[in-house]
């Protein structure tokens, strides 16, 4: 049986799901008292409308945006016979669109990745398709065992390959870091020829069901992780913090913890790697020390605003922004007082302590990443639209609430805009936006 931190994980997700459903039965009654807020109207730069309804996390690479145009969801409604997915180029300077791929009628299971000149992106069944950067044809098919397919999605590049996790937390194999050597690709044989290469375990560690689940990280050839394990109790809830050598594969540090879960995510700044989760924490990049850390006290659950994270954070003028999972129905269902539940944080980036935070009216669980721009922060949020503060007071500048926004993990950001995804719940497309802070 597995242990009751996973259980208690599933309950959650279950919980979080109604509170957000709940949120959007009740939006028609909070819509009065949320239109006595600021009204912002967005400076719209352009629009274009894409099939991105059902999408991991666009990949930026300068001035373009890497679409993964699909809708899973009308396959399941009945308008489509198959899963299929395109991958689109767009040029982030004017909205138009440079190139769409041809239709791989499979299941994307990992966010795009550039190298060089070329897009890898992995889909059901352990397959990676390569993409070429120029044209957007396919210029490589690549199959391998299923077991070792990217199910986080995990996949980042460093020196020049692939890595990824094979979590599943079944038990069938030693789970942890793979590697993909690119280089084994034979582009000649074109697409028609699907070549089987497998990818090889560089990390694992020496318990079953301990994998990577949190989106791996790298800087200078390191590639940086936090394992997940699915049965603390049995493993003693050891959670380790690798840092191995991309080309040598050899580990430069592991440090273990029994604070954090490993679900949150990991970001560098400077020769700093911070981790938002239900703790916030920062390590040293070379000796893997834990130089600062924020739990929760839960003795002052009543005195003190829960600053855990459940986004990326976003670093500026010496503040973190972020968000997490809270919601308008927390206070009630935990019997925290309602001005301690924030689902919008900012806390100062070296003593991490609260700055200022907000929980808008009627508002669902949180995780999209701010952006800071202007002296603005701007919040994309589940049902109450685009929000926009003053970044160092938390006033409430004004909320678009026309706009559904739909968030990015990382919202994008080239030449003075920020881009942001309006949904269409109706007709099951998005319209990306481009929108001048």
């Given at each position: 049986?597995?242990?009751?931190?996973?259980?208690?994980?599933?309950?959650?997700?279950?919980?979080?799901?109604?509170?957000?459903?709940?949120?959007?039965?009740?939006?028609?009654?909070?819509?009065?008292?949320?239109?006595?807020?600021?009204?912002?109207?967005?400076?719209?730069?352009?629009?274009?409308?894409?099939?991105?309804?059902?999408?991991?996390?666009?990949?930026?690479?300068?001035?373009?945006?890497?679409?993964?145009?699909?809708?899973?969801?009308?396959?399941?409604?009945?308008?489509?016979?198959?899963?299929?997915?395109?991958?689109?180029?767009?040029?982030?300077?004017?909205?138009?669109?440079?190139?769409?791929?041809?239709e791989i009628f499979r299941v994307n299971k990992s966010p795009v990745v550039v190298i060089n000149d070329r897009l890898y992106v992995q889909?059901?069944?352990?397959?990676?398709?390569?993409?070429?950067?120029?044209?957007?044809?396919?210029?490589?098919?690549?199959?391998?065992?299923?077991?070792?397919?990217?199910?986080?999605?995990?996949?980042?590049?460093?020196?020049?390959?692939?890595?990824?996790?094979?979590?599943?937390?079944?038990?069938?194999?030693?789970?942890?870091?793979?590697?993909?050597?690119?280089?084994?690709?034979?582009?000649?044989?074109?697409?028609?020829?699907?070549?089987?290469?497998?990818?090889?375990?560089?990390?694992?560690?020496?318990?079953?069901?301990?994998?990577?689940?949190?989106?791996?990280?790298?800087?200078?050839?390191?590639?940086?992780?936090?394992?997940?394990?699915?049965?603390?109790?049995?493993?003693?809830?050891?959670?380790?913090?690798?840092?191995?050598?991309?080309?040598?594969?050899?580990?430069?540090?592991?440090?273990?913890?029994?604070?954090?879960?490993?679900?949150?995510?990991?970001?560098?700044?400077?020769?700093?790697?911070?981790?938002?989760?239900?703790?916030?924490?920062?390590?040293?990049?070379?000796?893997?020390?834990?130089?600062?850390?924020?739990?929760?006290?839960?003795?002052?659950?009543?005195?003190?605003?829960?600053?855990?994270?459940?986004?990326?954070?976003?670093?500026?003028?010496?503040k973190f922004y972020y968000t997490n999972n809270t919601s308008w129905a927390t206070s009630s269902i935990a019997g925290i007082p309602q001005?301690?539940?924030?689902?919008?944080?900012?806390?100062?980036?070296?003593?991490?302590?609260?700055?200022?935070?907000?929980?808008?009216?009627?508002?669902?669980?949180?995780?999209?990443?701010?952006?800071?721009?202007?002296?603005?922060?701007?919040?994309?949020?589940?049902?109450?639209?685009?929000?926009?503060?003053?970044?160092?007071?938390?006033?409430?500048?004004?909320?678009?609430?026309?706009?559904?926004?739909?968030?990015?993990?990382?919202?994008?950001?080239?030449?003075?805009?920020?881009?942001?995804?309006?949904?269409?719940?109706?007709?099951?497309?998005?319209?990306?936006?481009?929108?001048?802070?």
């Amino acid at each position: 049986m597995k242990h009751n931190k996973l259980c208690s994980e599933i309950i959650f997700v279950i919980i979080c799901f109604i509170l957000v459903s709940c949120t959007g039965c009740i939006f028609d009654e909070k819509k009065k008292k949320s239109s006595e807020e600021p009204v912002y109207e967005p400076d719209v730069v352009w629009k274009l409308e894409t099939n991105a309804y059902d999408t991991y996390q666009p990949t930026q690479n300068g001035q373009f945006l890497y679409l993964i145009e699909c809708n899973y969801t009308s396959v399941n409604e009945g308008l489509e016979q198959e899963y299929k997915f395109s991958m689109t180029k767009v040029d982030l300077l004017d909205g138009h669109i440079v190139w769409t791929s041809p239709e791989i009628f499979r299941v994307n299971k990992s966010p795009v990745v550039v190298i060089n000149d070329r897009l890898y992106v992995q889909t059901s069944g352990g397959y990676l398709y390569v993409i070429g950067d120029d044209d957007g044809k396919i210029d490589a098919v690549v199959s391998f065992t299923r077991i070792y397919m990217d199910r986080g999605p995990t996949m980042i590049s460093c020196g020049g390959n692939l890595f990824w996790s094979n979590i599943n937390g079944e038990g069938v194999i030693n789970e942890g870091l793979l590697k993909f050597d690119v280089s084994k690709i034979d582009f000649t044989l074109g697409p028609e020829q699907v070549q089987h290469i497998e990818p090889r375990l560089v990390w694992t560690d020496d318990v079953a069901d301990v994998g990577i689940l949190m989106r791996p990280v790298a800087k200078d050839g390191i590639v940086y992780f936090q394992t997940y394990d699915f049965w603390q109790e049995k493993h003693g809830s050891i959670i380790k913090t690798v840092a191995i050598d991309a080309d040598s594969e050899v580990v430069k540090w592991q440090t273990p913890t029994t604070t954090m879960n490993g679900d949150g995510h990991m970001q560098i700044f400077d020769d700093r790697l911070y981790f938002f989760e239900n703790v916030i924490s920062c390590y040293d990049l070379e000796t893997g020390k834990c130089l600062k850390e924020k739990c929760r006290d839960t003795e002052k659950l009543d005195t003190e605003v829960y600053i855990g994270a459940d986004s990326p954070a976003y670093y500026s003028d010496g503040k973190f922004y972020y968000t997490n999972n809270t919601s308008w129905a927390t206070s009630s269902i935990a019997g925290i007082p309602q001005n301690m539940v924030k689902n919008i944080i900012c806390i100062d980036a070296k003593t991490f302590a609260y700055v200022w935070g907000d929980l808008p009216k009627g508002c669902g669980s949180l995780n999209s990443k701010p952006v800071v721009a202007n002296g603005k922060t701007f919040v994309a949020t589940w049902g109450r639209g685009l929000r926009v503060y003053n970044s160092e007071t938390g006033e409430l500048i004004g909320a678009a609430e026309n706009i559904n926004t739909h968030p990015f993990a990382d919202p994008p950001q080239y030449n003075g805009c920020i881009y942001y995804f309006d949904a269409d719940h109706k007709n099951l497309k998005k319209t990306l936006m481009a929108i001048k802070p």
